[in-house]
């Protein structure tokens, strides 16, 4: 178990991105946007009602029932994950390795936060025994532990932890008094959706787990920021204690980004199409990726969700020792460069710094610009395309050499 201070607010700034898409805007979202720009009035905090209901309709279709009351959007899901923080006193725990941007809003808070182990199988969420002991040895040092993350579909390690694993690290977590918030940003990303099943905590504990999800996972683009989250029934109090500190922070969703968040949401026949596309896409990119990279002996669990993927170069260290890399910091140095492209380490992440893991994104697998990466969502054989070929024969390159 490994801990953030709470008295030090530490190196905050310039955390990795989440694995962006590189996919062009959906045209059918950029005319929303486009027709809500002259709005000059901000909306209420929280996120107007048609975004609001548009969320409810969201989590409801994917079995967790909710009302508008029980939706919060906001400016992406750091402003709501320190919302979150903010309104539930005491110490945080979360996976080891976790999103590069958890730690931050815990140290920008002034909390505790604790990394626990994940078991061999998964990523995304804790070993309930090592969560168990990890309750015990915060209380036995003066902590009060009172929050824990997790993320059912992860990042970095892009696995889909399974139902039976997240069951028992959720009672594990209410045994011990902590509510849980779970990370569903990648939720609709999922490679083979009929092999990796996703069962979200709430559908487990619905009165214990707050779920959060940024939108730039799979409907809408990065740069367009806008998140929400869904509230147990029993949780308004909590909830109103968020939009305050929402409004403080100034987190509200500019009118054209929340016009384009509410039909996104609703999920119509184009907005489904692209998600279904780019997830097909992205699951030939991180499974030829990841062939490459075992190929040359690193180590890679199977992508099962996302635009990454997580690799262990810890069998390729002598090779890696020979260029002058003996840490995750050296080996983000080292990969950046000589991919072109940013590979951020596992120590962003919350693993060991001598352990020699990064984050491979699969996006720029897809091509070097807009156009390119829109033929190969639009090909049916996208591995042939000559950007895409090359571009994994490079990756498989750069690996091969160390080992």
Same mark, same amino acid.
């Given at each position: 178990?490994?801990?953030?201070?709470?008295?030090?607010?530490?190196t905050?700034?310039?955390?990795? +991105?989440? @694995?962006?898409?590189?996919?062009?805007?959906?045209?059918?979202?950029?005319?929303?946007?486009a027709g809500?720009?002259?709005?000059?009035i901000?909306?209420?905090p929280?996120?107007?009602? @048609? /975004?609001?209901?548009?969320?409810?309709?969201?989590?409801?279709?994917?079995?967790?029932?909710?009302?508008?009351?029980d *939706?919060?959007?906001?400016?992406?899901?750091? =402003?709501?994950?320190?919302?979150?923080?903010?309104?539930?006193?005491g110490?945080?725990?979360m996976?080891?390795?976790?999103?590069?941007?958890?730690?931050p809003?815990?140290?920008?808070?002034?909390?505790?936060?604790?990394?626990v182990?994940?078991? =061999?199988?998964?990523?995304?969420?804790?070993?309930?025994?090592?969560?168990? &002991?990890?309750?015990?040895?915060?209380?036995?040092?003066?902590?009060?532990?009172?929050?824990?993350?997790?993320? !059912?579909?992860?990042?970095?390690?892009a696995?889909?932890?399974?139902?039976?694993? !997240?069951?028992?690290?959720?009672e594990?977590?209410?045994?011990?008094?902590l509510?849980i918030?779970?990370?569903?940003?990648?939720?609709?990303?999922? $490679?083979d959706?009929?092999?990796?099943?996703?069962?979200?905590?709430?559908?487990?504990?619905?009165?214990?787990?707050?779920? !959060?999800?940024?939108?730039a996972g799979?409907?809408?683009?990065?740069?367009?920021?806008?998140?929400?989250?869904?509230?147990p029934? =029993?949780?308004?109090?909590?909830? &109103?204690?968020v939009?305050?500190?929402?409004?403080? /922070?100034?987190?509200?969703i500019?009118?054209?980004?929340?016009?384009?968040?509410?039909i996104a %949401?609703?999920?119509?026949?184009?907005?489904?199409?692209?998600?279904?596309?780019?997830?097909? /896409?992205?699951?030939?990119?991180?499974?030829?990726?990841?062939?490459?990279?075992?190929?040359?002996?690193?180590?890679a669990r199977? @992508?099962q969700?996302?635009? $990454?993927?997580?690799?262990?170069?810890g069998?390729?260290?002598a090779?890696? =020792?020979? +260029?002058?890399v003996?840490?995750?910091?050296?080996?983000?140095?080292?990969?950046?460069?000589?991919l072109?492209?940013?590979?951020?380490?596992?120590?962003?992440?919350?693993?060991?710094?001598?352990?020699?893991?990064?984050?491979?994104?699969?996006?720029?697998?897809?091509?070097?610009?807009?156009?390119?990466?829109?033929? *190969? %969502?639009n090909?049916?054989?996208?591995?042939?395309?000559?950007?895409?070929?090359?571009?994994?024969?490079?990756?498989g390159?750069?690996?091969?050499?160390?080992?």
């Open positions: 178990m490994d801990r953030s201070p709470p008295d030090d607010p530490g905050v700034r310039h955390d990795p +991105r989440a @694995p962006e898409s590189g996919l062009p805007v959906l045209p059918e979202l950029r005319a929303v946007a809500a720009a002259d709005r000059a901000a909306g209420p929280g996120g107007p009602a @048609p /975004l609001r209901d548009a969320a409810a309709g969201y989590w409801t279709r994917r079995g967790l029932r909710t009302t508008a009351t *939706s919060v959007a906001a400016h992406g899901t750091p =402003a709501l994950l320190c919302a979150l923080i903010a309104a539930h006193d110490d945080v725990l996976p080891r390795p976790s999103p590069a941007w958890w730690t809003q815990a140290r920008l808070l002034r909390r505790a936060a604790y990394h182990p994940t078991s =061999a199988e998964s990523g995304g969420v804790p070993d309930p025994y090592a969560l168990l &002991e990890a309750v015990r040895r915060v209380r036995a040092e003066g902590g009060t532990p009172k929050l824990l993350l997790l993320s !059912v579909a992860d990042d970095p390690t696995s889909v932890a399974p139902p039976e694993l !997240v069951r028992e690290a959720c594990a977590a209410i045994a011990e008094g509510h918030v779970s990370d569903e940003t990648w939720r609709d990303t999922l $490679h959706p009929h092999e990796s099943v996703l069962v979200s905590p709430a559908e487990m504990c619905p009165d214990e787990v707050t779920v !959060v999800a940024d939108l799979a409907l809408l683009p990065s740069a367009w920021p806008a998140a929400i989250a869904r509230f029934a =029993a949780e308004r109090a909590r909830r &109103e204690r939009l305050d500190v929402l409004h403080v /922070l100034g987190a509200g500019a009118e054209p980004v929340a016009a384009a968040a509410a %949401l609703d999920e119509p026949p184009p907005v489904v199409e692209r998600v279904e596309r780019a997830a097909a /896409l992205h699951r030939q990119l991180a499974q030829a990726a990841h062939l490459a990279v075992t190929a040359s002996g690193a180590l199977p @992508p969700a996302g635009r $990454h993927l997580y690799v262990d170069l069998p390729l260290r090779g890696l =020792a020979a +260029r002058g003996s840490d995750s910091m050296e080996l983000e140095e080292y990969l950046t460069a000589r072109g492209t940013p590979v951020p380490g596992g120590h962003r992440f919350g693993d060991e710094l001598g352990a020699l893991r990064a984050r491979l994104p699969t996006a720029p697998l897809a091509g070097s610009g807009p156009v390119e990466r829109q033929e *190969s %969502l090909s049916p054989a996208p591995l042939e395309l000559p950007q895409v070929a090359a571009a994994l024969s490079e990756l390159t750069a690996f091969a050499e160390l080992g």
